[in-house]
């Protein structure tokens, strides 16, 4: 029988594309998402790109928050693990509303985490981000770095890995990975599902993506008086990593739950490579053919000046390394945006 895996936040950004990731792996996948920074066209379309085994995906419009049913899905069927994306995700918003970044994100997963134990369902694995990291004074980022958070969204992360910690410190019949995510770019490269962030994108690419297709002027770099290594002193140096990857990182992790030996562990998702905006941005430019517009500004309030992975643990005990780079991750989100520059509203997508 296929291994049946529930995903929360399955119609997201990374979400969809670890579900297809899983669907062709032979997985059965079970998405609860609400939907509320996501679509349903995404979910068609995994289903569509997944083929013969679109079929093994189950979708159900439900906030973790919503007990009863969540327990009603754990009650009708079992699951062999659970793969924990669902979250608020922006940073500054979750400055102005912390409480709603809290009840979302921390009420979300306890509901979650108790409804998984009452049902005897004890593997997980959940979305952290290298956000846990905090301002780093040293890089790379290591697994065992200090860490700590700067921001509402950082410290929800960071109290949900402690929770994690402290449930398998009560009891070791849970199996869990904490997966620090770097900076998740690109698409998958078929242009049919990516990245689309409602209102005014936080993160860079979507942004410059946005540039490219006309829906926005220019590309404001906060930052100009930075030691970067290019030494134009702009931006920062981020690990960006090609979404198709950090997919291919969950069904690593998922594997890794089967071993005896697996507690509460954690491991980053990067490549170990820094990139600057303006590295970035010349990708970019040379994928798409468009030329993005940029306005200098100062720093962005919290942006740390370079942060990047240690990828060892993860190659070493997932066996997994990240095959793409900035070039492959560039040419997949133009393919993405320009084939569906309103996102999944465009109307093409609608279908
Ligand atoms: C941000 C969050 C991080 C979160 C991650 C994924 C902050 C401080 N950090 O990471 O907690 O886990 O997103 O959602 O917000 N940039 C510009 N112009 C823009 C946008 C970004 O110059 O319009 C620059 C930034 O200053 C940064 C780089 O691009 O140097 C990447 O920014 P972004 O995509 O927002 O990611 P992070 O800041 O690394």
Not at 139 to 166: Q, W
């Amino acid at each position: 029988m296929s291994p049946r895996i529930l995903v929360t936040g399955g119609a997201g950004y990374i979400g969809s594309h670890t579900v297809l990731q899983l669907l062709q792996g032979g997985y059965k996948a079970v998405v609860v998402d609400n939907l509320d920074n996501s679509s349903e066209v995404a979910i068609k379309r995994v289903r569509e790109l997944a083929d013969k085994n679109g079929p093994n995906l189950t979708f159900h419009k439900i906030d973790l928050r919503d007990k009863p049913a969540l327990e009603k899905i754990f009650a009708s069927e079992k699951f062999d693990a659970v793969i924990h994306f669902a979250g608020l995700k922006a940073v500054g918003e979750s400055v102005q509303k912390p409480l709603m970044y809290y009840d979302n994100n921390l009420i979300g997963t306890i509901t979650l985490l108790e409804v998984m134990a009452a049902h005897g369902c004890k593997k997980l694995v959940f979305s952290s981000s290298a956000t846990v990291y905090g301002l780093p004074k040293v890089v790379p980022c290591t697994e065992e770095s200090l860490i700590s958070a700067v921001n509402p969204y950082g410290r929800t992360k960071l109290f949900i890995e402690e929770m994690c910690r402290d449930i398998y410190r009560s009891d070791s019949t849970w199996k869990i990975i904490l997966l620090r995510y770097f900076n998740p770019v690109g698409a998958h490269p078929s242009g049919y599902i990516g990245e689309d962030p409602r209102g005014i994108p936080n993160n860079l690419m979507p942004f410059v993506q946005q540039v490219a297709v006309g829906r926005r002027p220019a590309l404001t770099v906060y930052g100009t008086d930075y030691k970067t290594k290019d030494g134009t002193g702009v931006g920062r140096e981020r690990d960006y990593i090609h979404v198709v990857d950090l997919s291919d990182g969950h069904t690593a992790a998922l594997e890794k739950l089967s071993d005896a030996s697996v507690g509460c562990e954690v491991y980053n998702l990067g490549t170990g490579k820094g990139t600057s905006v303006l590295e970035m941005v010349a990708a970019f430019e040379k994928a798409s053919g468009k030329k993005i517009p940029l306005v200098m500004a100062g720093r962005r309030p919290g942006d740390s000046e370079i942060v990047y992975a240690s990828t060892e643990k993860a190659e070493r005990e997932l066996k997994w390394k990240a095959k793409y780079g900035i070039d492959e991750m560039c040419r997949d989100q133009w393919n993405w945006a320009s084939k569906n520059p309103y996102g999944y509203e465009s109307p093409d997508s609608k279908k």
